[in-house]
């Protein structure tokens, strides 16, 4: 399957040639590429993708993997809706 | 590559990336120095608003200024940065906010903000068909306040640089700054690679503070967290950035390219110190306040919260300077505005390094000024 059909965000339909030229462009953490491509940023924030990404990063720049900078995990796990959260007690 | 620039920026958010490229493009090489990837700091955790409604003439102008520059930066960066004029309304609830917005809305207009207006619950309920004017006076409404992206912004900005022949270091912490007879000759990398040049501009917003004491330069920049979230993408429903200054209000608005709500308020009490860890209060609290203006939203799922710093003055206003150190300057200090006063006060701050003269704009941000008076439109 060509690079630029290949899907890695599939929440945010960033393809393979996207991540590659955010790689090629300077980027060296899955933070960066998140920031240039949006790769993560959508509904499941990165559940399927990051380790995609990671492992482009791997690969492409001779990364280890126990040395990657991981992204930030935030809370909700899941998306959850306004009203549930403004009926929700602090 | 060589290891000198005739200018060294610390700092790769949009105050510092928009100041190196106004040198750049004016033919200075930079070499720009971030701790961490561009954006990481504050800029990258900003809500994307960009507003004109100020209450000192200085900063409303250079707020029209820095909207100009918005309009003009997909062409400018060659970056699509996602601008979009959605305008911005200011609630007031009560008679003290209403008096103060109608006297806020005279400076600007006299400071040639024409298009900001006072609007009654009514043409409100007009602008936002789905406001609950429920004890609602009216606000203060400018269309041509918007919003962009801040990731494409700075991203933008430092491709630039790069072009123009300069130099963009990501995860290089400054962690000295060189000097010789009271003149700034450089600076330092932790792995302690060094850069030399005549002029090091302090642009590391919430970290102004360390980065001036490295010179011996108090700064005063006090780093405050302010937390913030954003839902998934819905239907664009054309609504301007809502601010609601009650206790128990805040501003959000919804990104025209992708349909996110985004939003954020001011804690009380502040919350001082670096810390970016969210909390379950707000995670709460945010979507009671915004279903309180905008039940229509009910449905609408939060997909991500976080937190960032305002870099705050005493008074609320930014500092943009030289210093007791030759050739070493500060622009910092923008109170939770930067992402909105960077490409103004960048191309001011710019010019005043380059040439010593000051912007009549940027007269009122002195290093050294009473900071007396205060900025109240936050």
Redesign the interface.
Known sequence: MATKELIICRCEDVTEAEVLAAIGQGATTADEVKRLTRAGMGHCQGRTCRRLVNQMLARNLGQKPEDQRQVTQRAPLQPISLKVLAESSD | MSNTSDAIIIGGGIVGAATGYYLAKAGLTVALFER?????GST?RCIGGVRQQFTSPGSIRLMMESVRHYRDMEQELGADVHWHAGGYLFLAHDEANQQAFLANIAVQQAAGLKDVRWVNAAEAKRIVPDLDTAGLLGGAYCSSDGQAYP?AVV?GYA?RIKQLGGR?A??SEVVAILQEGGRVKGIRVGGGHEHYSNIVINCAGPWAKDVGRLAGIEVPVEPERHEALI??GVEHMNMPMLVDYRADGGYFQQYKHNGQFIGCYTPDPLVPGLSCD?S??F??????R??KLVPA??????????AGSYEMTPDGNPIVDRTELDGFFVVAGMCGHGFMLGPAVGRAAADFVRTGDRDPNIAEFGLRRAFGSREAMK
Do not use: D, H, Y
């Open positions: 961490e990837f561009l954006g990481s990258g990731f991203n491709g963009v990501t995860f839902t998934e969210s379950f209060e995670l709460t609290q945010m979507p009671r915004m279903l939203l009910a449905e609408v799922k939060v997909i991500r919260q976080w």
